[in-house]
């Protein structure tokens, strides 16, 4: 980790938001159109970035506080299966994780201990509503204590409003106590999102709410006279598109009469199974298969297709599923459509990609063989899958992992029978209204490509840190 340098420094402090579930698209579009006034005014300089994949809450939020890819965290869904405690022991609390439940207290438990957090590096920070909080503590993670009561209301009366109103007031606590880092996260636009579909009038009074409290957050830093002096930035974890038909994946496995473990219902959990499949967002899912031995080590691709020859196939004739990926040889990754296949590979900073059978499953007709991280970007950018072949490699670095990695088609999801309520809206997937965020600064920024890791090192370059070493993303100041 490089020294702090605060003579470099531009701002004293810094608050990221993160507009869970806002499109670059459906963003610009109530700007455009003078809905969100506090936005306008308090981000003079609008871009947009690449999220990661899986395009979903917590997986999402880490690479704004960690600079990584999610592969290299740690945390590759919202729900993931860790097939080597689950061969330790079948009883491991650690075997699988659902963050939408109590699993979300163990988020920082399970996020890669070498990445330090932006709440390690900059002191005092405060989260309020983040889903990672490693170096912050218990007192400056706003609803550690309550977030259980406020799950429970929100479930029996579906009204966000409470929750909402609780985070302006620790966003305004946070800036009167002088932390010199906050992260803030404003849900209820992906709350209602998924409730009654992206574009509902609920979702758009969501928005006006979020750009209520901006606007109590640029008068209490105009009344303290902080404004000039704190960098602003505003981002996404991902985006939404409408969604009308589900595919209950689970179902798919079992009835190849395979005993499979999932949520909520737990079969294998103190017994076999077969399979495990984890449901994200919900379009995006991993499956687990143990290999020949058992489920102590991984099934390599041989082994996956000699048990299963027809697997993928059968998958792929899904109208739901549109890529199936798994780990090929070589450190390869292979993603296969109705199209055709590619196999990809990260090495020494470069994308490399090839096309093995019939075409592009990302539609990408004229791929560069090999390309730096950031020209692989820029050449994906404007296709409808941007940076797919470089977030399904990083995701495969990770050992919690699945061995087949689903991506849903637009108008889809993977998961049907356990949505309640039933989702109007999804996201996760590689598709860009999942991936294209917005990236709003009050502060100049490269005009770049951008992607959702360089948040890290843009935050801490402005307030004069040196970035560590070993990080995915680039500061952009």
């Not at 080597?84 to 979300?104: K, T």
């Not at 379009?283 to 687990?288: G, P, S, T």
């Not at 450190?331 to 900073?349: K, N, T």
Request: some cysteine.
């Amino acid at each position: 980790m490089g020294a702090v340098s605060r003579g470099d420094a531009r701002h004293e402090r810094a608050i990221f938001v993160l507009l869970d579930g806002a499109g670059a698209k459906r963003l610009e579009g109530l700007v455009e159109k003078g809905e969100l006034p506090n936005v306008a005014r308090a981000f003079p300089h609008l871009g947009r970035a690449v999220t990661v994949f899986p395009s979903v809450t917590t997986v999402a939020y880490a690479p704004f506080v960690t600079g990584r890819f999610p592969g290299r965290n740690g945390i590759p869904g919202l729900r993931w299966f860790d097939r080597r405690e689950y061969a330790r022991s079948r009883l491991s609390l650690h075997r699988f994780r659902d963050y939408c439940g109590p699993g979300s207290y163990l988020v920082d438990r399970d996020l890669e201990p070498s990445a330090p957090t932006l709440y390690e590096l900059v002191k005092p920070s405060m989260n309020v509503f983040g889903s990672v909080s490693r170096g912050a503590g218990p007192f400056r993670n706003a609803l550690f204590f309550t977030r259980a009561a406020y799950a429970w209301r929100l479930r029996r009366t579906g009204d966000w409003r409470p929750i909402d109103a609780r985070g302006e007031l620790e966003l305004v606590r946070a800036v009167a106590r002088g932390h010199r880092f906050i992260f803030y996260a404003f849900l209820s636009v992906d709350g209602e999102s998924h409730r009654f579909g992206p574009d509902d009038p609920r979702v758009i009074d969501a928005f006006r709410r979020f750009d209520a409290t901006l606007g109590t957050l640029l008068a209490t830093l105009e009344a303290r006279g902080e404004r000039d002096r704190t960098l602003l930035l505003l981002s996404a974890d991902h985006g939404h598109s409408a969604v009308d038909r589900h595919l209950d994946l689970e179902g798919f496995f079992e009835k190849r009469g395979l005993r499979t473990l999932y949520f909520p219902r737990l079969v294998g959990a103190n017994g076999r199974c077969d399979a495990a499949v984890m449901v994200g967002g919900n379009a995006m899912a991993h499956v687990y298969l143990p290999g020949p031995s058992g489920w102590a080590t991984p099934p390599d691709e041989t082994a996956i297709f000699r048990a299963h020859p027809t697997l993928v196939e059968d998958l792929l004739a899904e109208d739901a599923v549109h890529v199936v990926a798994w780990r090929g040889e070589d450190g390869r990754v292979h993603a296969r459509g109705r199209e055709g296949e590619v196999a990809i590979r990260l090495e020494d900073g470069a994308v490399l990609h090839r096309v093995v059978r019939g075409a592009d499953p990302f539609g990408y007709a004229n791929l560069s063989a090999r390309a730096s991280l950031a020209a692989h970007l820029g050449e994906t950018l404007s296709g409808d899958y941007p940076d797919a072949p470089l977030q399904l490699a990083q995701l495969f670095s990770s050992v919690r992992t699945g061995d087949l990695v689903i991506s849903a088609r637009p108008g889809h999801d993977l998961r049907d029978r356990f949505e309640d309520p039933e989702h109007r809206s999804t996201h996760g997937s590689l598709h860009r209204e999942h991936m294209v965020v917005p990236l709003l600064s009050s502060h100049p920024l490269d005009p770049g490509p951008a992607r959702t890791v360089d948040v890290f090192p843009t935050v801490l370059s402005l307030l004069g840190e040196q970035p560590p070493d070993a990080i995915d993303g680039r500061a952009l100041a």
